[in-house]
């Protein structure tokens, strides 16, 4: 069965950084395009980046453009999410999602997207 297991989340400060990690299997990852979703408290899920399944490609919204970096190492199954210059904003249960198809439907994954993490929590405070 398809799992996805995310983890790199925890507490760090304004400005910094911290990389979350999304372990897949159950699925061949190579052929699917993966997406990172996120949920602030008491607002809803908000996609974040996208990455086409070969990695030629890549998506932000625009909220993280310029301080968030998607990629994937298919060899290893896992898709990453660099995040940089944090804002107290970011502060979010994290999601990674499969995408049903090789191109990433970016915000659309929230609807379309068939499989989705546990998720791993990312608090930006001083």
């Known amino acids: 069965q398809v799992q996805l297991v995310e983890s790199g989340g925890g507490l760090a400060q304004p400005g910094g950084s911290l990389r979350l990690s999304c372990a897949a299997s159950?699925?061949?990852?190579?052929?699917?395009?993966m997406s990172w979703a996120r949920q602030a408290p008491g607002k809803g899920l908000e996609w974040v980046s996208g990455?086409?399944?070969?990695?030629?490609?890549?998506y932000y919204a625009d909220s993280v453009k310029g301080r968030f970096t998607i990629s994937r190492d298919n060899a290893k199954n896992t898709v990453y999410l660099q995040m940089n210059s944090l804002k107290p904003e970011d502060t979010a249960l994290y999601y990674c999602?499969?995408?049903?198809?090789?191109?990433?439907?970016?915000?659309?994954?929230?609807?379309?997207?068939?499989?989705w993490g546990q998720g791993t929590q990312v608090t930006v405070s001083s």
């Open positions: 999602a499969k995408e049903p198809n090789p191109t990433t439907n970016q915000d659309l994954c929230i609807l379309m997207c068939d499989y």
């Open positions: 159950g699925f061949t990852f190579s052929s699917y395009a």
């Open positions: 990455i086409y399944s070969d990695g030629s490609d890549t």
